[in-house]
């Protein structure tokens, strides 16, 4: 199965976690790149595409939503998705900010929500990996989930 690997990182966090499931990805075609080297373009012939950000505001980052605007419509049909983010642990957080978070979510099942409006399949519930602060770094043992979510995708079947 061809694999890419989308992501955008501000502090380096969710690229450490791109990273880890590029790692847990046993294809051998397989490709991983920041946002801003990615062009719709390097969507040709994937058979899955797996996408993530920090959550800002509820939201990807900035620049990973225009690139997804840019995919054309239906031409994820037959496509396998799957994304992640990076977020804080709610359960850490003060009363307001996890009262914030329940309202405004992630940036994960949004960017599901666009991929899935594009044609793609969505193959999992979309991740989310925890960070200890703003700037980081991951909570422990997050890159490893990372890994093994990745080794799901080995179990599947391409399209």
Do not use: C
Not at 64 to 78: M, Y
Not at 106 to 114: D, F, N, Q, R, V
């Amino acid at each position: 199965m061809k694999t890419l690997i989308i992501y955008d990182s501000l502090h380096g966090n969710t690229q450490d976690i791109a990273k880890a499931i590029y790692q847990g990805i046993q294809d051998i075609d397989k490709k991983i790149l920041p946002v801003e080297k990615a062009s719709t373009q390097d969507l040709k012939d994937i058979q899955l595409l797996i996408v993530g950000s920090p959550t800002h505001g509820g939201r990807a980052k900035p620049l990973l939503l225009e690139f997804l605007k840019r995919i054309p419509n239906d031409s994820l049909n037959g496509i396998k998705v799957a994304t992640f983010d990076t977020r804080f642990l709610e359960s850490k957080q003060k009363t307001a900010l996890k009262l914030l978070m329940k309202v405004i979510g992630y940036a994960a099942p949004k960017m599901a929500g666009i991929l899935e409006k594009k044609g793609g399949t969505v193959v999992d519930k979309p991740q989310g990996f925890f960070v200890k602060g703003e700037k980081g770094p991951l909570l422990l043992g997050e890159e490893e989930k990372a890994f093994k979510w990745a080794e799901n995708f080995n179990k599947e079947k391409p399209v």
